[in-house]
């Protein structure tokens, strides 16, 4: 699935006709973002919120539903045999991936986050109260990729005037190419035109993750996942090159409550979650976990007497660059 597309959900269900008697079969696709703990579950009251719920009748098929089958539906089909009936969901394009917030250490229960599953039941009608034995369940996982072809070069850069300097300190920092995949070490360039009189003492290059949440109104959260700090030295009246190589890894962002990571199936292993995708349309509130952007920021401290933050204002793509500067 790429950023444009999205392909159905397919599959098929396996039945026991001495078992189901008279009864028929359903199959519903939810997805749900869980913004509590399970344990805080009471007196009715759920931290979870249906975003997207889908239903069809699997069997006894009905004529509006039947659509053609798949290859993996024919397959799954001939290999189980005439007690297995297909069922697809269209899967809307405004819904977010999978997305789990990393728990605490003293969390427990579901983690919170948005998830897809898809549920398989017996019952007279889709109304009647579902027992457990009676039904079988199924996480799945809603993923994108990249586009095949790369934007443009990332670059940002900021211009610096200070006080009883006559000319200005330039600083200008790129990536050598837009995307970049999981475990991808990420190259950012730093240059820096020191025109004043000033000595520059410290960088520091950072790589954050911006994660919108959207519940009753929408907060952003952003939390670093990659830092490199610098002692080089940039003297009055010269210029500075240097590239700097960052590689964000969950495994270093283990303790970090609240990251966003990509969704993940039971206890497997997963990763610092991918960019959503941009440009979306969005329908009322239903994406309600946005992995808005990565950008990289370049600070840098210079021997002043006042501190006076400067953030450049131009965002970037996939892996942006934020400039800050900062005194002492």
């Not at 249906?50 to 239903?55: E, S």
């Not at 069922?87 to 983690?111: H, M, R, Y």
């Not at 475990?183 to 020191?194: A, K, R």
């Not at 950072?206 to 952003?222: E, G, H, M, P, W």
């Amino acid at each position: 699935m790429d950023f444009l597309s999205f392909p159905p959900a397919d599959g098929v269900v396996l039945i026991d006709p001495e078992y189901l008697k008279e009864r028929k079969v359903f199959v519903t696709l939810t997805c749900a973002f869980r913004y509590g703990r399970e344990d805080l579950d009471v007196l009715g009251l759920t931290f979870r919120k249906d975003l997207f719920v889908a239903n069809i009748q699997a069997f006894p098929p009905l004529p509006e539903e039947k659509k053609s089958l798949t290859r993996l539906q024919e397959r799954l089909i001939k290999k189980l045999g005439e007690h297995a009936h297909p069922f697809t969901f269209e899967i809307p394009l405004n819904l977010p991936c999978s997305v789990t917030l990393q728990p605490g250490p003293e969390d427990t229960g579901k983690a919170c986050g948005v998830d897809f599953e898809v549920k398989a039941f017996c019952a007279e009608n889709v109304e009647e109260k579902i027992h457990k034995r009676n039904s079988v369940r199924l996480v799945i996982r809603k993923v994108q990729y990249a586009p095949e072809k790369p934007g443009p070069q990332p670059t940002a850069e900021t211009t610096r005037q200070f006080l009883m300097s006559d000319k200005p300190l330039h600083l200008e920092a790129s990536l050598d190419k837009e995307i970049y995949y999981h475990g991808e070490p990420i190259s950012v360039n730093v240059h820096v035109t020191n025109n004043t009189n000033k000595t520059v003492k410290k960088m520091k290059i950072s790589v954050r993750q911006y994660a919108d949440i959207c519940l009753f109104n929408t907060a952003q959260y952003k939390c670093p996942v990659a830092t490199e700090e610098s002692d080089d030295v940039v003297a009055p009246s010269s210029t500075f090159c240097k590239v700097f190589t960052l590689t964000p890894f969950l495994a270093n962002n283990r303790e970090k409550r609240g990251l966003a990571l990509d969704g993940k199936l039971k206890h497997e292993d997963t990763n610092l979650a991918s960019r959503s995708q941009p440009g979306r349309v969005r329908q009322g509130r239903a994406s309600r976990v946005r992995i808005e952007r990565y950008r990289q920021e370049c600070d840098y401290m210079i021997s002043l007497i006042q501190r006076k933050p400067l953030r450049s204002a131009r965002y970037l793509s996939d892996e942006g660059v934020d400039l800050n500067e900062s005194a002492e």
